[in-house]
């Protein structure tokens, strides 16, 4: 096992009553990397994602975090070892305000009761630190507002500080672009790439262009299984990519998402 790769996954498979939706899945993200999992509708990338936050169990495999075995843990025990899972699962609290909200997220990090915090000193440490995270995301002019009022990409940009409190060693996003319009989608691109310094995340994203600019390296997945892996160029340019790719709406070729960028 060399320690290059902060993750693996050896074979793993998970079945639903004998359908196959992760066929022999062998993953290798390097430590540093900004990693892509893409591939077409019902591909099984949500699936992987379930897996490796142990939101589901492997029929069979392994999954190595820092080359340990982490495939008997459950959800909990993953997040306290540094793999971290954003978006999609909306992780803020509607009507608290986004400091609030980040308070929340850094006393669960610490799992902690409020009396850690109960004393001035450590209050102030806190508030500071959730500045700093509100800050991080572009949020610091909105700390005092109620979270249902914040645009739709600021709520995403409280969610990535929400998780980011619980400081991932593995950031897993999940489709961090979904339902966003133009200058949204390059605000997240900036949040995601500045959220990557200094750790090593994995994202399942639809938006080619995003995948594109931010990722390092790319896995293709369909019905299942690893099609292929390689960085943009490659993959894009790969007859086989853009065949799983052809007829589905949501999906693009890669060639077709440039042409309408
Ligand atoms: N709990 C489940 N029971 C039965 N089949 C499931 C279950 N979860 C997923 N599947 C099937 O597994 C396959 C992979 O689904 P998955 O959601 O992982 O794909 P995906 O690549 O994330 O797709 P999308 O891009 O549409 O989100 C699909 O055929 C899906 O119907």
């Known amino acids: ?27 290798k993200i390097r430590k540093g990397h ?37 495939t008997p843990l459950k959800s909990a025990a993953i997040a306290r070892r540094g793999i971290v899972r954003s978006f999609q699962i909306s992780a803020v609290f509607p009507h608290m ?19 850690f ?11 500071q630190r959730c500045m700093e995270l509100l800050d991080s995301v572009g949020l610091a002019e909105f700390a005092n507002t109620t979270t ?17 409190a619980m400081e991932p060693e ?7 672009t979904q339902g966003m319009g133009g200058e949204d989608v390059d605000s997240v691109v ?4 500045k959220a990557a310094q200094g750790r090593t995340v994995l994202m399942v994203e639809h938006n080619l262009s995003v995948v594109s600019k931010l990722c390092d390296r790319i896995t293709v997945l369909a019905q299942g299984a690893v099609l292929t892996e390689g960085e ?29 960028q």
């Open 1 to 27: 096992m060399s320690e290059q790769y902060v993750l693996e996954t050896r074979n793993l498979v998970k079945e639903f009553k004998g359908f196959v939706a992760v066929d022999d899945v062998n993953l």
């Open 34 to 70: 900004i990693h892509a999992l893409i591939g077409p509708n019902g591909a099984g990338k949500t699936t992987v994602f379930n897996l490796l936050t142990k939101f589901l169990i492997p029929t069979r495999g392994q999954i190595l975090f820092k080359g340990k075995d982490i």
């Open 97 to 115: 305000t986004a400091l609030e909200n980040i308070r929340v997220a850094l006393q669960t990090a610490e799992n902690n009761s409020y009396s």
């Open 117 to 127: 915090w109960k004393s001035g000193a450590s209050l102030n440490k806190l508030n």
């Open 148 to 164: 249902v009022e914040l645009a739709y990409g600021r709520k995403r940009a409280l969610e990535l500080a929400t998780t980011l």
């Open 170 to 176: 593995l950031l897993l996003l999940d489709e961090p």
């Open 190 to 193: 900036e949040l995601v790439r």
């Open 232 to 260: 943009y160029g490659e993959v894009s340019a790969d007859p086989r990519v853009r065949e799983v790719y052809m007829g589905t709406a949501k999906d693009k070729a890669p060639a077709e998402q440039e042409a309408t």
